[in-house]
Structures are given as structure tokens and as C-alpha cells.
């Protein structure tokens, strides 16, 4: 009997294996295939019940006038009147209504010849004034102009001969995509000591978000790694997915505070505070729910959403949660876990048998949930921590989309480039700088310094 037990939830596992996607498990959007778009997209976001729209009280943003504007252009009145046909002052005319068109003017190259000069003096001397540092060529690209290559290429995400063809477009220069290549290897030798200033930020950040995915280098797996706070992101690429990467880069293992995750097993090697992911856990309890027809799911889902209601409210009065408050919520959340692990127990091993008994999805996220309640609930007790690993989550997705872009980095030299360049330019766009600017002051030799 008790084979034919194992046999029918065997059964019933892999027949609901393909109804795993991303609302459901921690799948991608991008693994869903055709599928997604023959049925109703299904969110764990709830209706809100508003309207669409704007909302009472939102203050929007619209075009506005200037007092000054770059370039006046005043539309002369007829010659005479239409009327009695009698000459019409112009000059005595006055402004009956102002309109301004937003405009960006066209692009056009500017090139600046630098000359030096030679004067002999009237004892002898001949004097020779010198070059600026940054002209070193009889022809060279400007730092402006680089700039905007390795933005359109390591910003914006392009590939290197589309942001070759746009250059051209725009501005009449001819750039080849091995040019677009070299800036980008220019550029992170001027931001490498920046980089190296955020992942030290990184290491000594109070709370800190971390995740990890595939990236194909020179056509091989490799693993892109991603520790990122609100204010900073870093990047790493490894040829490894384990603690040899995160030692390798040595972000992590040094850390006191606090590491918000996705339950992946190596970062529990780390010695610090863990917070889970939650938004990872609601999918795992859509998927069960959808697996089992059981209750308890929804109401774990229910729980985890109020409780983060609550937590939102207290953060918004600067009151954190009494004692009293988180032992009832770690009561509640303790009675529905054993609600689900008696319908849910654990499969014992037969007489005879070796090995572990493979045990049921329900049980197996049960048991994480027992296991690791305080870092799934330290969102509760520390105001600070957040409910989700979204800040991770989304620093990987723009090398996700370079990566859809361009097929694959060709060389380990071009990711390592990549995250060298994306760490500074996501982490000073969070603290208030343009990239553009950010990439022009490293072509000029004065990079940009990250706050701390």
C-alpha cells in the first residue's frame, strides 16, 4: 500500500510539473513560452478596487513654460490693415500669447584643432608650448564621443554595431564596432577603482540584497552575481555558481548584517543575519495550493501579506511593531504551519530500504518554513529589512536583457567589462548622476566618487 501511495503522488507530481511557470515557482517571465499568451495572465498582486487612472490627490507632471527661452521667434502682423487698409505699426505691437516648442537641436560633429606654438627668443631660446594631456594623436575621438559609445553599448544596452550605426546617424562619424569594443575596455580601466570602492560600501551596508543567474560567456555557462542595497550595485561574473564565486569576490563572506536571499543553499554557509525572500515563498505556496487543493497555502499567503500591511503601517508612523504584536503574528504564522504538516506528513522510510524517502513538494516547503521561520518573519521584527529580495531581483534583469539583445558575451574580458562598468553606472544613477556624465568624467579622467 504504501508503494502504490508513493507511486500515485509521483504521479500527481509530474503531471503538474508542466503547470510550473513564473507565477508560480521561481521560473523567469522569459521561460513561459507561447503559452502565457493564450491564457490570463495570472499575478500574485491583488485588484486594488481603484479606478483606473490617476488618483484624487496625485500631484502630476506636465510640460511647463520657461521665462527665458533659447531662441525667440515672433510671427510679424499683416502689412496693413484688413479693414481700412491703413498702414500697421510694428513696432508698437505687443506680445498677445506665447507658445513654446520643445525641441532637441540637430546633431553635428565638432571638430577642434589643438595647435601648438614655437617662438624663438631674441637671445636664442626656442620655446614650445605643449599639448593638453588628453591629446596625444594627430586624429583621436573626444571624450564626449566615447562616452555616448559605451552609454549606448553598456547603458542602453545595444549591440556594438547598432550603437555604431546610431553614432553615424547622428552625427556623421564613421565608428567601427571594434572602436565601440575598445572604449568599452578604456572605460573600465577608468571606473575599476570605483567599482572597487562600491563592492567595499557593499561589504560594510547594514542590510544587503543578494542574487544570482545563468550568463553565457564564449559560449559556456557562467554565473553573474549581483549584491546590491538601495543606494549601490555591484556586478561579478564566475565560472562558478557556488561559495568558490562568492569567495572569489569577496562581498559576502566578510559581512556582519544582515543578507536578504532567495533561500539558495550556499548563502546559508555565510555567517549573518538571514532574511528570505517572500515574494520566492507566495509562488512556491501558489504552486502547492494548485498541487494539493489544501487550504493552508492561501491562508500562509493571506498571513504574509497582512502581516507585511502591518509592517508597511509601522514603518510609515516610525513605530516599530510591540512584543506583544510579533508573538501573536509568530503564533499565527506557527498554526497554519502545523495545519499543513498534518495534512502533510512526513514519509517514512520502509524496513529494508536505503537512502532518504523522497518526500512530497508540500512537506519539503513546510519544512523550509519550520526551519527558517525567523529569517522568513525577520521582516516583522526589524522595521529595516524588507518583505521581498526585489532589489536584487531587479539589478539582474538589465544584464538579463543584454544578454536577449546579444545572444552571449563573446569573450570573459567583455563580461567582466560589463559588470565593471553597469556596477558604476546603476550605483551613481541611484545616488542622483546622469550615466552619460558618469561616463564622461571617467573618459576625462576625473570618475565620479559613489557616497557612501
Known sequence: MGLVNDLLRRVSELEARPGKDSHNSSKPP??????????????????????????????????????RATRIVSHPLPAQCTRCHNPLPQDEARVSERRQVFDVPAPACDVIEHRTLELVCRCGQSHTSTFPAGVSGAVQYGPNLRALGVHLTQGQLLPFAR???????????????????????????????????????????????????GLRVASKLHWLHVAASETHTWYGVHARR???AIEAHGILPRRLGVLVHDCWAPYWQLDCIHALCNAHLMRELVYVQELTGQ???????????NANVLCE??????????????????????????????LNPQVTKPAGKRGRSKQSTAFNLLRRLRQHADAVLLF?????????????????????????ISGCFRTLDGAENFCVIRSCLDTLHKQGHRMLDVLRRAFAGDPIRPAT
Open 242 to 244: 557556488g561559495m568558490e
Open 163 to 213: 550603437a555604431a550605426q546610431l553614432i553615424e546617424d547622428l552625427h556623421g562619424i564613421a565608428v567601427s564596432p571594434g572602436t565601440l569594443v575598445s572604449w568599452v575596455s578604456e572605460a573600465r580601466s577608468a571606473l575599476d577603482s570605483t567599482a572597487a570602492v562600491i563592492a567595499d560600501q557593499l561589504g560594510k551596508a547594514p542590510i544587503l540584497h543578494a542574487d544570482e543567474s
Open 30 to 67: 522569459s521561460s513561459d513560452g507561447f503559452a502565457k499568451k493564450t491564457r490570463k495572465t495570472r499575478s500574485l498582486r491583488e485588484a486594488s478596487r481603484k479606478k483606473a487612472g490617476g488618483q484624487i490627490g496625485h500631484e502630476g507632471t506636465t510640460l511647463k513654460q520657461l521665462e
Open 313 to 342: 503601517a509601522a514603518r510609515h508612523r516610525q513605530i516599530p511593531l510591540s512584543t506583544e504584536d510579533i508573538a501573536a503574528l509568530s503564533s499565527h504564522y506557527d498554526a497554519i504551519l502545523c495545519e499543513g504538516e498534518r
Open 380 to 404: 516583522i521584527r526589524d522595521p529595516a529589512v524588507p518583505f521581498t529580495n526585489n532589489l536584487g531581483e531587479r539589478a539582474v534583469r538589465m544584464p538579463k536583457v543584454k544578454q536577449k
Open 295 to 305: 487550504v493552508w497555502p492561501q491562508r500562509m499567503k493571506d498571513f504574509l501579506l
